[in-house]
């Protein structure tokens, strides 16, 4: 069975704090991928990342980060000197044989 | 840019009324889909669609149907709504030939059904 989870409902910060989101997944298949999206309030889910199961180097994108590591099944993610604009809902999902399994969602408020 | 588009951001419908949302994608994306999004619950599919006149039944399709008469577009039918159909509703679309699948959603339609 396939499952992500992500067991933080949501998390508040003060502007420039360091943040970092959880996921942890669950499948038995060796090739999958991994991916994480924003929900802003204004609704739509925006892609952030795309990693695949045979890629385990962290990623750094300005101030986000990924890191992912096969031994734990985990792909957290970093925000670093968070910023209001970074208040959104964000999901993490598995993706394999033409599905995808989303986490329930890690909603991030930051505070200025 | 891909661009996918809903028919509206907000919809206001009573019980038993027969329901309408439009999704329309730019990228001539084969793949589409319906999720419904609700607190907790993260998003589920619906119903998916892999070219035209296809479709697919997700997790939950029960209280839904689909259609999809041309490429660019994939309607999410209520036949007749009910109270427990309130959420929000999200349509994505993808590349057949994209291995790893990325999605592109729509900005979503909160549906309250009174």
């Known amino acids: 069975a396939q499952k992500v989870t992500q067991a933080q409902t949501e998390i508040s910060v003060v502007e420039k704090e360091d943040v970092t989101l959880d996921c942890v997944y669950e499948?038995?298949?060796?090739?999958?991928?991994l991916f994480w999206y924003k929900q802003p309030p204004s609704g739509e889910l925006v892609f952030l990342i795309r990693r695949n199961s045979f890629d385990e180097q962290n990623e750094i994108s300005g101030r986000y980060s990924w890191n992912f590591q096969k031994s734990t099944s985990s792909f957290n993610f970093t925000i670093t000197a968070s910023q209001v604009v970074d208040s959104a809902v964000y999901f993490c999902a598995l993706y394999n044989f033409n599905k995808f399994y989303f986490g329930s969602g890690t909603k991030l408020n930051v505070k200025p | 840019d891909v661009k996918v588009t809903q028919s509206s951001r907000y919809l206001v419908k009573r019980t038993g009324e027969k329901v309408f949302l439009e999704c329309v994608q730019d990228m001539d994306h084969e793949n589409m889909f319906w999720y419904r999004q609700d607190p907790g619950l993260g998003l589920r599919l619906i119903y998916f669609s892999y070219d035209v006149k296809m479709k697919e039944k997700g997790d939950i399709p029960e209280g839904y149907s689909v259609s999809r008469e041309k490429k660019e577009r994939f309607s999410l039918i209520l036949e007749s709504a009910s109270t427990n159909q309130t959420s929000m509703y999200l349509c994505?679309?993808?590349?057949?030939?994209?291995?790893?699948?990325?999605?592109?959603f729509g900005p979503g339609t909160r549906l309250l059904v009174l």
């Open positions: 994505a679309s993808s590349l057949s030939q994209n291995p790893e699948g990325t999605q592109y």
């Open positions: 499948t038995r298949d060796t090739t999958y991928y």
